[in-house]
């Protein structure tokens, strides 16, 4: 593995020549311009700091071994043994920031910028599967909570138990479907229900999808092609409950899809939503030119729910997490579960990039 030097220069210089745009009275002075080039350097930022990271720390073991080399440590055995000790700390930080490195210089989805909806499906188990369910919107909640995204719930299916048969949401932040898409698939879970008085350890599953949120202009629907009902919240929310009709249903009429939000007070703010869920639904089928991967995503990403399908699997008796696409198993599945997500997405990504660099050069 190997560090293209050509590829960073040109991404600082676009970084440089963006900086320098920002600067000028003439864009700011145009809102929209200013922020398509402000989102283009925010989606910059996090490459130039691993550029600088990883020329950093170069440049340190470089100075390291020109110390030891060249340097007046003479028959210091103590200050060598330091400075090996540093050099082999420095070495192991250069690996990981390469790693990192690579991930951002391989070419992506050019989706990877874009915001999500993220639906989660009881599957095999009945209530203990809704229950799982629950426990992964907890987990997604966690990891946004880290990575500094913004969570909305858009609509949900309670159960009586405090799991979900279904749950939808909006998740948007800075390049947050290169974190997420990963998550699509069945997951699996190993574990003692609640609803077990045995004690024996059933398998349940629930799956995701993960949909990159649409922009307006990505998806064109037609007035006409919709029905729209207003009806009253149902469920937890508070005393607003009931009052009004203020959750919305979407009928996309050619496609028989439906898209229902109520988490919202303002019946406009609900409509809101639930057109981005549909154009984000009816965006990922569009995507005819690239069919092989894309072609009726939402559908593949759901999937069955079959116990025999499965991306990755939560075993509580052993306290580990296997995410069977990438053979990597961790013990730790209480901080997982609360949103440590970063481990798995990393070797994912990695794995991803490693791919897509073998067949570049096929």
């Not at 020549?17 to 920002?22: A, K, R």
């Not at 170069?58 to 000790?85: P, T």
Request: charged residues 30%; glycine residues 8%.
């Amino acid at each position: 593995m190997s560090i293209d030097k050509s590829k960073t220069d040109l991404i600082k210089a676009k970084y440089e020549e963006l900086t320098g745009t920002l600067s000028d009275p003439a864009v700011a002075s145009r809102p929209e311009e200013y922020t398509k080039y402000s989102k283009e350097l925010a989606a910059l930022n996090p490459q130039v700091e691993a550029i600088r990271s990883y020329e950093a720390c170069e440049k340190e073991i470089q100075g390291i071994l020109d110390l030891l080399e060249n340097g007046d440590l003479g028959g210091d055995d103590e200050m060598r043994s330091l400075a090996n000790a540093e050099l082999a700390d420095a070495k192991d930080r250069l690996n990981s920031l390469e790693k990192e490195l690579m991930i951002y210089l391989t070419p992506g989805d050019p989706r990877d910028s874009r915001s999500v909806i993220l639906e989660i499906r009881a599957g095999a188990g009945g209530e203990e599967s809704a229950l799982f369910a629950s426990d992964l919107m907890k987990m997604y909640k966690g990891y946004a909570a880290i990575k500094g995204f913004d969570v909305s719930i858009v609509d949900a299916s309670p159960t009586e138990l405090g799991g979900y048969k279904e749950i939808v949401a909006e998740i948007d932040g800075p390049r947050v479907y290169s974190r997420m898409k990963f998550e699509s698939g069945v997951h699996r879970v190993q574990r003692v229900p609640v609803t077990e008085s045995g004690g024996r350890v059933h398998t349940s599953t629930a799956t995701v999808a993960v949909l990159p949120k649409a922009e307006p202009t990505d998806v064109e629907i037609n007035p006409s092609d919709l029905k729209i009902d207003r009806f009253r919240s149902s469920g937890a929310g508070g005393q607003h409950i009931n009052k009004t009709s203020s959750a919305i249903r979407i009928t996309h009429l050619p496609t028989g899809m439906v898209v229902t939000c109520q988490d919202e007070r303002s019946q406009i703010q609900n409509k809101e939503k639930a057109l981005e869920v549909l154009q984000s639904r009816l965006w990922a089928i569009a995507q005819q030119a690239d069919a092989d991967r894309h072609n009726d995503e939402r559908k593949s990403q759901v999937g069955t729910g079959d116990r025999s399908e499965r991306i990755r699997t939560y075993n509580y008796h052993q306290g580990r997490v296997t995410d069977h696409r990438i053979g990597l198993t961790l013990y730790k599945l209480d901080q997982i579960l609360a949103g440590d997500l970063d481990e798995i997405v990393d070797a994912l990504t990695l794995a991803q990039a490693a791919e897509n660099a073998g067949s570049s050069e096929d």
